[in-house]
């Protein structure tokens, strides 16, 4: 049935060169340039472990092309820090062409210097300079890239009608020996358009997901929920946060093993068929046909762009220190009261909390050297992102781990005066969602997790 379905959703162009080709395709990696690795299954994704499969994949298929569906940059909410280390990691995985999506189109100024080959085949010709070529060709493929005007600037891309299909068109009649690619970003309408008109071999999306979705566990379980639906072509979506590498053309014909599962394959006997020497019937390092290569640890490769990743933490250390002598300042009038001021008149609470992994968030962390990365101090401490909140270690040790005042709000007048009794605006029992969410926790349901830390007043 697996195989049945790869087909119905993978029809190859008609072409000869279409039949042949093969190619990789991921984006919306959306500041994703690591998995957070909070619950192993969401332990997926990276850009390590997509340049890992793209040169693996190379070393078996040479002329395998890579596509970008765009999305790469992180959202304006998370800052410019991973900005600058995806767009390297991108260039460097290498990929061949790469959609210029909406998050690149609202940090337009961030991509003066990269060597990303961004694509975007829609641009208005009154339209400003944007850093994206009109088309990439490749040795045996011409790609484009369509970000629908709503997207982007309805008065800087022109929208999908037939006069754009006609440029197209005639643009592609140049080159009749290649498999013609469109990287694509739009409603079902505009896709219905496209495919209609016959033009491309083959039309890989961007995924739908809002800008704001949290990175779950859905696609891996079905990769059905990738299908663009009432696409006659088949069209799939690249994985939300680049979980998986999407295969299309030959490449799902076969996969190239991971390093892992190599070494899991038991060496056959000499003369055995698979054995090394046994001729054309000799067993090669590949797995079943595949829609999706899923990145999980099994891809992981500490030589991968090594040097990248060591000045990514690097910055990141160095953001974490200069937010925190920021931060300091506010500790002087901070609202916070820490775990150990509520023991007195909270005793039986204080010990069941004390013996919960809530107690030891911190010491998690630490143990996976995160302990000054901000994005993972926000769920491990209190108050990371509030004024007067945790500000490192050294300097608020007090604050460190997931305590009471996480659920319960600032407690220091509290601790002054019992009578006062903040209000708070999430309710104590429905905070767990602010970091038990579907990356954080997948399996999170909020009745069986209150047990194993239910505690009396």
Partial sequence: MRLVFLF????????????AFGYLAFGDVRGHLEPC????????????????VIQRERLQDPGLAVFCTGNVVAPPREGKLKTPFILEATAKAPVDACLLGELEWQSLGDLAQ?????????????????????????????????????????KALRPLNKALLSTWKKLLAK???????????????????????????????ANEAPLDAIVGTAEHEDETKLDR???????????????????????RGSEAKSIGELFATPTPAPGALGAPGA???????????????WLDRGYESEASLKDLYVRYAAATKSAFAGAAAERLKDLAQTPYAGAEACVACHAAASASWKASKHAVAMQTLKAKEKHEDPEC???????AKEKGGFVSLTASPHLADVQCEVCHGPRKDHVANPTIKPKLAVAARDACASCHNAQHSPAFVKDAYWKQIAHGK
């Fill in 114 to 154: 990269t060597k990303v080959p961004f694509v975007l085949s829609n641009l208005a010709p009154a339209a400003k300079a944007v850093p994206a070529h009109p088309f990439v060709e490749g040795p045996s493929f011409i790609a484009l890239g369509y970000l629908a005007p709503e997207r982007g600037d309805s």
């Fill in 279 to 293: 001729g054309s019937g000799a067993k090669l390092p590949f797995a079943e046909a595949k829609l999706v290569t």
């Fill in 37 to 52: 690795g909070c619950d192993p299954a969401t332990d997926l994704g990276g850009m390590r472990r997509i340049a890992t």
């Fill in 229 to 251: 639906k009432r696409s006659r072509l088949g069209t799939m979506m690249v994985p939300l946060g680049a979980q998986g590498v999407l295969r299309g053309g030959s490449a």
């Fill in 377 to 383: 101090v926000a769920c491990h401490a209190v108050g």
């Fill in 175 to 205: 080159h009749e020996n290649r498999a013609k690619i469109l990287l694509f970003s739009g409603n079902d309408k505009d896709l219905a358009a496209v495919e209609a008109a016959q033009l491309f071999d083959f039309v890989v999306s």
């Fill in 8 to 19: 119905l959703i993978g029809i190859l162009g008609s072409t000869a060169e279409a039949a």
